[in-house]
């Protein structure tokens, strides 16, 4: 599965708004899964995007069929857009589905991750930082994914609330970190919680 992360920054909002219903119009897309996302709580006027192919050889075929057709509208809306793709690597927990219905809060962690320390990186995230995750209350899946070859991975967490994500706070997160050698493998990491639009959901 072939996960696509979009983020911009919005200069007209009522634009925005209107082009964002058009890509409903991905449902006829052979591959597509879903699509979904929202607001930053940190920056404002940015918004983040992810969307799901079953590969990217369907997702490929889309870029060179309709994509521009469906991005057309938003011509003037947004600036900065910055486009990355991950490759699936596996769940966060158990059971991913590609859904946003139920979530009303995203979290995306994008790590930059020393070449030689990429295989130790992505076994920490399954045997320390999972297992922490998904014993969350209010963390509903999650996926980890992997951009082959910069050795970037992109770790996107669904959450039923932010009440609920603020319980895996501070504390929490550093002993893991320690427990995981993350300072070790990680050269640049930056990260996002975003606030779900549902009428984006496709």
């Avoid at 911009?8 to 634009?15: A, K, L, N, P, S």
């Avoid at 082009?19 to 879903?34: T, V």
């Avoid at 139920?102 to 045997?127: G, N």
């Amino acid at each position: 599965m072939l996960v696509k992360w979009m983020r911009c920054t919005v200069v007209d909002r009522v634009g925005f708004e209107r082009a964002q219903r058009k890509w409903a119009g991905l449902l006829g897309e052979p591959g597509f899964r879903a699509q979904g996302g929202g607001w930053s709580r940190t920056r404002p006027n940015v918004v983040h995007l992810f969307s799901f192919w079953e590969s990217r050889a369907f997702y490929d075929s889309f870029m060179a069929r309709s994509h521009d057709r469906l991005a057309a509208a938003q011509s003037g809306a947004v600036q900065d857009t910055r486009s990355l793709l991950f490759q699936y690597r596996f769940d966060v927990k158990m059971g991913f589905e590609p859904r946003f219905t139920d979530a009303d809060l995203l979290r995306v962690a994008h790590c930059r991750v020393h070449k030689e320390r990429a295989e130790h990186f992505a076994l920490m995230q399954e045997k320390v930082w999972n297992p922490a995750m998904a014993g969350s209350p209010g963390m509903l899946r999650g996926v980890f994914a992997e951009a082959e070859p910069e050795s970037e991975f992109l770790v996107l967490s669904m959450w039923d609330s932010a009440a609920e994500r603020a319980k895996y706070r501070t504390e929490r997160v550093e002993r893991l970190a320690l427990r995981a050698q993350t300072g070790a493998d990680v050269a640049a990491i930056a990260g996002d919680v975003i606030d779900m639009e549902p009428g984006w959901t496709v």
